[in-house]
């Protein structure tokens, strides 16, 4: 966002908070009416960063048998992510558990019949289109447990800064219209304000962790467009 772009939205200087603002009410005070509007702007981008879920879960009639097997064939799934180009960073340990597995029969004790072990990571790469290999290798590799992939912008400040200066504007051409309507004018703008700016995730899987079994055909992924809005609040005086 430049500044002039800024002036010629604002087009009056914003009056400060606390005391800078009770100096400059009494010199100026309000003679108008004052009209508080909330404004919002919109911008679209291509998401480019995705961020999967992947993981595998092993039985084995020993806790020591189920944890010793799922780190082998997760250290495999991690190989499959370094040979597909993913980082280190880019790899961080979501959770890892290890529960007994019970058989219950009615008006009989529950049987222990051997461990559940889990160990999930969170991987995030930033070329988007490969996400579909991705998932398939992992699947090929030993992961039965995968979560998302969640689109997003990696970096949207600059998409939220256009954002902002669309909602400037929407702010201050709101204000002109109920002034017309009224049969009056802006003629200052008294305060902004920003409530906060977001971006909208984009998922193309639920929430619930998706087991994979059995073949699986090549998986594709569009990563579309993304809404990044900003929302601003102003109040002008008018006359």
Same mark, same amino acid.
């Given at each position: 966002m430049t500044k002039s772009m800024i002036a010629l939205l604002l087009g009056a200087a914003i009056v400060p908070s606390g005391p800078a603002l009770a100096q400059e009410a009494s010199i *100026?005070?309000?003679?108008? +009416?004052? !009209? $508080?509007? +909330?404004? =919002?702007g919109k911008v679209s981008r291509v998401p480019d960063l995705a961020i999967i879920t992947a993981g595998v879960m092993t039985r084995s009639a020993s806790a020591s048998g189920a944890i010793g097997d799922n780190a082998r064939r997760m250290e495999r799934v991690r190989n499959a992510l370094r040979r597909a180009g993913i980082a280190d960073r880019d790899i961080q340990t979501s959770s890892i558990n290890l529960n007994p597995d019970y058989r219950y /029969? $009615?008006? /009989? @004790? @529950?049987? !222990? +019949?051997?461990? /559940?072990? =889990? #160990? #999930?990571?969170?991987? *995030?790469? *930033?070329?988007?289109r490969k996400s579909g290999e991705i998932l398939d290798a992992l699947v090929a590799e030993g992961a039965n447990q995968l979560n998302g992939p969640s689109l997003t912008v990696d970096r949207p400040e600059p998409a939220l800064d256009e954002a902002r200066v669309k909602a400037l504007a929407a702010g201050r051409a709101r204000a002109d219209l109920y002034a017309r309507s009224l049969g009056m004018r802006v003629v200052r703008l008294l305060s902004v304000s920003e409530p906060g700016g977001f971006v909208r995730p984009m998922s193309y899987a639920s929430a619930e962790a998706i087991t994979v079994t059995g073949s699986r055909t090549k998986t594709d992924i569009e990563p579309g467009s993304q809404e990044i809005e900003a929302s601003v609040a102003m109040s002008f005086e008018l006359q």
């Open positions: *100026r005070p309000i003679t108008g +009416t004052r !009209l $508080d509007v +909330t404004a =919002s /029969q $009615d008006g /009989q @004790p @529950p049987v !222990l +019949t051997g461990y /559940q072990a =889990s #160990n #999930n990571v969170s991987i *995030r790469f *930033r070329d988007i």
